[in-house]
Antibody, heavy 122, light 110 residues
């Protein structure tokens, strides 16, 4: 059974940093692209970033480019999102999600974690 | 970058059919074979229901179907049931290897 478990969320002040983790099991992690998707309170889904299976093919949404960094450790079956220069508008639930098709991201997300909440507030 | 356009809400009575549209551009929906649809219940993570534009994900009822015409994708739910009440999101692969979600549609079963 595929499982994704996010952690690392919490309360942080504007301008601060936070590192999210997503531990996965139940599939060959290195063979699949992984994504972060967020959802602000009462709002819709926003794709944040994608990373290829080998740790290459990285892309970001314009809203986080230059502030967030996605990475992965295939030996530990773990996905990361390093967030810096955080803004109030980054407040959201952050989900990690597995791509359905393989090592290159396609935006077809067939497994999701339950999310970790991030609140940016002074 | 901008989100794909979906109606904020749709509603229907049990047994009826409803269609949710997802409007994009020639840089995303219009040229992408990778339009997907997600269902989300309150407080829960989204789940994939449609991929590659028209294919149902494993375990998804055949009451769910999807199509695309030009720059607009559509999700149709037939034989509406109370348990279909949820938020629905479209997503499209776009140029420059990024992805966009639609703004989401709240489905109310009357």
């Amino acid at each position: 059974e595929v499982e994704l478990l996010e952690s690392g969320g919490g309360l942080v002040q504007p301008g601060g940093s936070l590192r999210l983790s997503c531990a996965v099991s139940g599939f060959s992690f290195s063979l699949y692209a992984m994504n972060w998707v967020r959802q602000a309170p009462g709002k819709g889904l926003e794709w944040v970033a994608v990373i290829g299976g080998d740790g290459d093919r990285i892309n970001y949404a314009d809203s986080v480019e230059g502030r967030f960094s996605i990475s992965r450790d295939n030996s530990r079956n773990t996905l990361f999102l390093q967030m810096s220069s955080l803004r109030v508008e980054d407040t959201a639930i952050y989900y990690c999600a597995k791509d359905k098709w393989g090592a290159v991201g396609t935006g077809t997300l067939d497994s999701w974690g339950q999310g970790t909440p991030v609140t940016v507030s002074s | 970058q901008s989100a794909l356009t979906q109606p904020a809400s749709v509603s229907g009575s049990p047994g009826q059919s409803i269609t949710i549209s997802c409007s994009g551009t020639s840089k995303d929906v219009g040229t992408s074979e990778l339009v997907s649809w997600y269902q989300q219940f309150p407080g829960k993570a989204p789940t994939l229901i449609i991929f590659q534009g028209t294919k149902r994900a494993s375990g998804v009822s055949d009451r769910f179907s999807a199509s695309k015409s030009g720059n607009t994708a559509s999700l149709t739910i037939s034989g509406l049931r109370a348990e279909d009440e949820a938020d629905y999101y479209c997503c499209s692969f776009a140029l420059y290897k990024t992805f966009f979600f639609g703004g989401g549609t709240r489905l109310t079963v009357l």
